[in-house]
Each structure stands twice: as structure tokens, then as C-alpha cells.
């Protein structure tokens, strides 16, 4: 038996659409976003480049590739790269406004109010470990949580140690030995913070928290400001406090 198709349901939605990832422009592969209009008309190529910053360099062109990207109510972009230098942010028309140093890449997750912005990081030596936020204003750092932070404030909580290395010392019992992590042990794939409008459907949480989703665990933790762990589901999200 062949299914019949509604053909209504192969047409595209209206409206227009930003398509972002790698394209050749003009002969030259570059990390794009296209506006296409509601008509399918591609009208705006913005070109998106990683710059050096503090001495740091992002990987070639062919293995650098947009990875976190926000568009605000102005219409302008904040972008970061797998493998840049830099959290960027960049006009409606692809003019750079500011960019800021560091590893920052996977997330690029608004604020509710959008003064605010969130992404991941390397820290303490380990790949994607720690959520940062940042001003959308000048894009200066306001916050980290580091993951071996929230281990320090949260002793009891053993899931997130779940990939530091035994020693396998139960007679020694090294308490204050720094430990020992197998390779990406996080490895943090998203931030975002509670909305305060979505805020009273979970009276469990504040505006203030932050569920950050977390590969390596296997289940999204939930932080607050505080960086203490506040529960823990599955699959529903992970509380920790931050």
C-alpha cells in the first residue's frame, strides 16, 4: 500500500529565514548566515570571521564552523566558533561590534530580557566545562561556573564526579588529593536560564537558575546562584545549586 502524501504538508512555512553554517561565497568557503525572503529569495549574506585575539589563534578555515548562534530583536548576531578565539557579536549588516577572547563555543542562549547572554568554555584544563555568562551590551564576562566549582559546593552530590578517576587508595584515603579526570569528563553542550515568564510553572525553581545540559553525566543539572545542587530527574532536568 503507498501512503498518500498531503501536499499541503511539503509546502514551506511563510516567512523569512536565516540559514547559517558553511557556504562558498564569492569562490571562498566562509562561515555565512543567508536571509532568505518569505518569496525564497536569498537577499543578505552576512560573512562571519574569527579573529585573533590575546595571541589566540582559531583553527583553518575548512575546520572552523560556526558553533553557538543568537539573533537579537535588533537583528543583530552573536556567533561562536568549534575551534575559534573569540564570542563575537556582529550588526544586522555583518559589521563586528565586539568580540571577546576565549574558547567560548556549543551555546549561545538570550536572556529573556536579552541584556544578558550565555555560552561554554574550556576552564580548569578540561574541554566545555564551565557556562559563562556575558553583557550583550560590550560582551565583558559577569559570570562563570566552573564544574569543579559546583563539585566543591556540592560534596554530596556524587553524579558529577561520576567520570573522575578511581586511584583505588581505600586505605590511604586521600581526601584532599586533586583529582583525576578521565578525558572530557563534562563536556557541557547547552545553558540556559529560567525564563522569568516560564518561571511560576516550575515552583521547584527561580528565574535566577540555570539548566545546563551536560553529555558526559547523562542528565541536564540545575544551578542557582548560589551553585547548589537542588534535585535531580530523569529524563526530567537535573537540579543542581551553582
Same mark, same amino acid.
Given at each position: $500500500?503507498?501512503?498518500?502524501?498531503? &501536499? &499541503?504538508? /511539503?509546502?514551506?512555512?511563510?516567512?523569512?529565514?536565516?540559514?547559517?553554517?558553511?557556504?562558498?561565497?564569492?569562490?571562498?568557503?566562509? =562561515? %555565512?548566515?543567508?536571509? !532568505?525572503?518569505? &518569496?525564497?529569495?536569498?537577499?543578505?549574506?552576512?560573512? !562571519?570571521?574569527?579573529? &585573533?585575539?590575546?595571541?589566540?589563534? %582559531?583553527?583553518?578555515?575548512?575546520? /572552523?564552523?560556526?558553533?553557538?548562534?543568537?539573533? /537579537?530583536?535588533?537583528?543583530? $548576531?552573536?556567533?561562536? !566558533?568549534?575551534?575559534?578565539?573569540?564570542? #563575537?557579536?556582529?550588526?544586522?549588516?555583518?559589521?563586528? $561590534?565586539?568580540?571577546?577572547?576565549?574558547?567560548?563555543?556549543?551555546?549561545?542562549?538570550?536572556?529573556?530580557? #536579552?541584556?544578558?547572554?550565555?555560552?561554554?568554555?574550556?576552564?580548569?584544563?578540561?574541554?566545555?566545562?564551565?557556562?559563562? #555568562? +556575558?553583557?550583550?551590551?560590550?560582551?565583558?564576562?559577569?559570570? #562563570?561556573?566552573? $564544574?569543579?566549582?559546583?563539585?566543591?559546593?556540592?560534596?554530596?552530590?556524587?553524579? +558529577?564526579?561520576?567520570? =573522575?578517576?578511581?586511584?583505588? +587508595?581505600?586505605?590511604?584515603?586521600?581526601?584532599?588529593?586533586?583529582?583525576?579526570?578521565?578525558?572530557?569528563?563534562?563536556? @557541557?553542550?547547552?545553558?540556559?536560564? @529560567?525564563?522569568?515568564?516560564?518561571?511560576?510553572? !516550575?515552583? %521547584? *525553581?527561580?528565574?535566577?537558575?540555570? +539548566?545546563?545540559?551536560?553529555?558526559?553525566?547523562?542528565?541536564?543539572?540545575? *544551578?542557582?546562584?548560589?551553585?547548589?545542587?537542588?534535585?535531580?530527574?530523569?529524563?526530567?532536568?537535573?537540579?543542581?545549586?551553582?
Amino acid at each position: $500500500m503507498i501512503a498518500k502524501v498531503n &501536499e &499541503e504538508a /511539503l509546502l514551506y512555512a511563510p516567512g523569512w529565514r536565516l540559514v547559517i553554517g558553511g557556504f562558498q561565497v564569492d569562490g571562498t568557503f566562509v =562561515q %555565512s548566515a543567508l536571509l !532568505f525572503s518569505p &518569496e525564497m529569495t536569498l537577499t543578505r549574506v552576512v560573512k !562571519f570571521k574569527d579573529m &585573533e585575539i590575546a595571541g589566540k589563534k %582559531s583553527r583553518s578555515t575548512g575546520r /572552523l564552523f560556526i558553533h553557538g548562534f543568537s539573533i /537579537l530583536n535588533d537583528g543583530s $548576531m552573536i556567533v561562536t !566558533f568549534d575551534g575559534g578565539a573569540a564570542i #563575537q557579536r556582529f550588526d544586522a549588516c555583518g559589521k563586528r $561590534m565586539w568580540s571577546t577572547a576565549g574558547d567560548f563555543s556549543h551555546a549561545v542562549t538570550l536572556e529573556e530580557d #536579552q541584556e544578558y547572554v550565555w555560552t561554554i568554555r574550556d576552564m580548569d584544563g578540561l574541554p566545555l566545562s564551565a557556562a559563562v #555568562q +556575558l553583557t550583550t551590551a560590550t560582551g565583558k564576562i559577569v559570570r #562563570q561556573i566552573s $564544574m569543579l566549582d559546583v563539585i566543591r559546593r556540592n560534596p554530596d552530590v556524587d553524579i +558529577l564526579s561520576v567520570n =573522575q578517576r578511581d586511584n583505588n +587508595l581505600p586505605g590511604d584515603n586521600p581526601k584532599a588529593a586533586p583529582p583525576e579526570w578521565y578525558g572530557d569528563p563534562f563536556h @557541557l553542550n547547552d545553558v540556559d536560564p @529560567l525564563p522569568h515568564s516560564m518561571a511560576p510553572a !516550575f515552583p %521547584s *525553581y527561580t528565574d535566577k537558575d540555570v +539548566l545546563i545540559s551536560a553529555r558526559a553525566l547523562g542528565n541536564p543539572p540545575v *544551578y542557582s546562584c548560589s551553585q547548589k545542587w537542588k534535585g535531580t530527574k530523569q529524563p526530567s532536568p537535573t537540579s543542581v545549586s551553582a
